[in-house]
Nanobody, 116 residues
Framework: QVQLVESGGDLVQPGGSLRLSCAASGFTFSMYAMSWYRQAPGKERELVMTVTSTGGITNYADSVKGRFTASRDNAKELVYLQMNSLKPEDTAVYYC?????????WGQGTQVTVSS
């Protein structure tokens, strides 16, 4: 069955870095656009960025430009979110999303907390 499993969330100090990973299985990974979303307490889920099927980056959230980047490894069916210069307002549950045509899948999320 389809699975998206995020990992790498942690407690980190402001200014620190984290790399999130999302392991995919159960679908043709290379055909899907892969996105990272996040949801902070009391807020709506927001799109962080999208990695196209060929590795291009689109749909950056303004709040993460210049600090976050994403990449994918189609051979390993992995997608990554590299987060640098983390701020307390980056605290959220981060979700991996796979989308192609009418197909849309979500992971369970991983918690990122930025605090001193």
């Amino acid at each position: 069955q389809v699975q998206l499993v995020e990992s790498g969330g942690d407690l980190v100090q402001p200014g620190g870095s984290l790399r999130l990973s999302c392991a995919a299985s159960g679908f043709t990974f290379s055909m899907y656009a892969m996105s990272w979303y996040r949801q902070a307490p009391g807020k709506e889920r927001e799109l962080v960025m999208t990695v196209t099927s060929t590795g291009g980056i689109t749909n950056y959230a303004d709040s993460v430009k210049g600090r976050f980047t994403a990449s994918r490894d189609n051979a390993k069916e992995l997608v990554y979110l590299q987060m640098n210069s983390l701020k307390p307002e980056d605290t959220a549950v981060y979700y991996c999303n796979a989308r192609w045509l009418q197909f849309n899948y979500w992971g369970q999320g991983t918690q990122v907390t930025v605090s001193s």
